[in-house]
Each structure stands twice: as structure tokens, then as C-alpha cells.
């Protein structure tokens, strides 16, 4: 009982600190996103501390991430211009061009495990960004997106708990269900369709097609996570949440929800 408490109250200070910025503040809304983003890639660099073949110090995946997440959010506040974004080249291959002085074993794993945390964590974030800048809607569309991806996580595991038998993929998830999955897929789409209805009736197939695209993104970003850390022996990516393990665990269907509904909105806004 005290766990499901402590898990509670940590599930509830999460999710205000990420949905209320959204209704109030771009600005606020970017520091928010920019501190989950350095703490969700620290967390990334440290999960290979203990790894005898990779060799990755955090503080020049954080600094590059940071660069790069400030140079974007510049742009997309027109704080600077576009062409400002070339150079976001050099900057990638610089990261590989580290490894000629670090001398260290296994340099082109070294530079892709440094490389694919930035793109793992940071890109996310910075796309998440980029749809707060320019969503002009009265309910935010990443409000919408948060609440359909945590609808899908919080009914695919009690659906699993209820009526869970055939595993979905057990080597890597033993826990998960196909009738979870299943379950979790289809209260979010009744989800998509009570979000429509309540904040944007205008634009109800909009949020019921964000619901069929977003829960299977979501699983599988969390397959994702569930696999890396599988690989890497490890029960979670940190502790800063007590009960619900670090910023990574949290965010780990999100990853790959975000560029599929960027692209999802992108695509409606020009039918």
C-alpha cells in the first residue's frame, strides 16, 4: 500500500510539472522539457558505466545535447535564423572526431553509443519543442498526446493484470501481454474520442487518429527501452522518481510517440 502511495504522488507531481506549463507558458514549457531532456541523457550515459566494452563519459553527451536542444529552441522562437541550423553538421561529426584523442577500445562503438543518445533523447525532446512553439490550438496538442500515451500505458498494464495470459514478446518483456496490448489499444482510442469531444470537438478524427497511432508507438517505445535494458542488465534507467524509476522510464513510450504525431499533425493541418 505505501508503494502504490508513493507511486501515487510521484505520478502526480509528474504529470502537472508536464502538463500545466503547456497551458500557460511556451517558454516555461521549453526549461521543463529542456531539464527532463539533460536528466533523461545523463541517465542514458550512465546505464554503460559498468559496460567493459563501451567507453562514454555523460558530461559530453549532456554538453552536446544541450548545444544542440539551444541552438533549435533559438530557431524555433525566431531568435535566430533557419540557416542557423547547418551548424548542427560539423557539430555530429565532431563527436566522432573525439574518439582520435581519446584512445580509447572500441572508438566506432563509443562514438555510435555517444551519437544515439542524442538522437534517442534529445531529438524527442526538441521536436516536442517545436509542437509547443507552433500549436496556436486553445487545448494543447501535446497535452492531448501526453494523456492518450499515458491512458495507453496505465490500460495496457491493467489489462495485462486482469486478463493477461499470452505473452507478447517475453525475451525481452515477460510481463507484457497480447491482451494488454490489446486492451491498452482500445481504451485509448475511446480515449482519443472523450479528448475530441470534451476540449476539441472541432477536430474529433483528428484525435481519434492520433489514438490508433499513438498506442501502438507507445508499446513499442516501451519495448524499446525494456530491450536496451535487458541488454544492459539493468532494472531502471535511475531513481529521481521514486516508484517509477528515472526520467527515461517515464518517457519511454514518448519517444517514439512524438515524431509519429508530429508528422500525424503535420500532415492534418495541411488536408
Known amino acids: ?107 566506432i562503438l563509443n562514438a555510435s553509443v555517444l551519437v544515439f543518445g542524442i538522437f534517442y533523447v534529445a531529438i524527442p525532446f526538441i521536436l516536442m519543442v517545436l509542437i509547443t512553439v507552433q500549436d496556436r490550438n486553445t487545448f494543447p496538442l501535446l497535452a492531448g498526446m501526453f494523456i492518450l500515451t499515458w491512458m495507453n500505458d496505465t490500460f495496457a498494464y491493467l489489462s495485462g493484470r486482469i486478463a493477461g495470459k499470452t505473452k507478447l514478446i517475453e525475451r525481452i518483456s515477460p510481463n507484457k501481454t497480447w491482451e494488454g496490448t490489446i486492451g491498452g489499444i482500445i481504451f485509448t482510442i475511446l480515449a482519443g474520442i472523450t479528448v475530441g469531444y470534451l476540449f476539441d470537438s472541432e477536430h474529433i478524427l483528428f484525435w481519434i487518429v492520433s489514438a490508433i497511432i499513438i498506442a501502438p508507438c507507445a508499446i513499442l517505445g516501451d519495448l524499446i527501452e525494456s530491450l536496451f535494458k ?42
Not at 237 to 254: K, V
Not at 262 to 271: D, E, P, Q, V
Open 1 to 107: 500500500m505505501n508503494n502504490v502511495l508513493l507511486r501515487s504522488l510521484t505520478g502526480s507531481v509528474f504529470i502537472s510539472i508536464v502538463l500545466l506549463p503547456l497551458f500557460f507558458s511556451d517558454i516555461v514549457t521549453t526549461g521543463v522539457f529542456g531539464l527532463f531532456m539533460s536528466i533523461g541523457l545523463i541517465e542514458f550515459y550512465q546505464l554503460f558505466k559498468n559496460q567493459d566494452n563501451v567507453n562514454v563519459r555523460w558530461e559530453t553527451g549532456l554538453f552536446y545535447g544541450l548545444f544542440i536542444f539551444g541552438l533549435t529552441t533559438l530557431i524555433f522562437f525566431n531568435l535566430l535564423p533557419t540557416f542557423s541550423l547547418v551548424a548542427l553538421v560539423p557539430l555530429l561529426f565532431s563527436l566522432v572526431l573525439l574518439e582520435l584523442w581519446r584512445k580509447k577500445k572500441n572508438p
Open 230 to 271: 535487458r541488454n544492459l542488465d539493468v532494472k531502471d534507467t535511475g531513481n529521481i522518481m521514486p516508484g517509477h524509476g528515472g526520467i527515461l522510464d517515464r518517457f519511454d513510450a514518448t519517444f517514439l510517440v512524438v515524431p509519429f504525431f508530429l508528422a500525424w499533425a503535420f500532415i492534418y493541418s495541411n488536408l
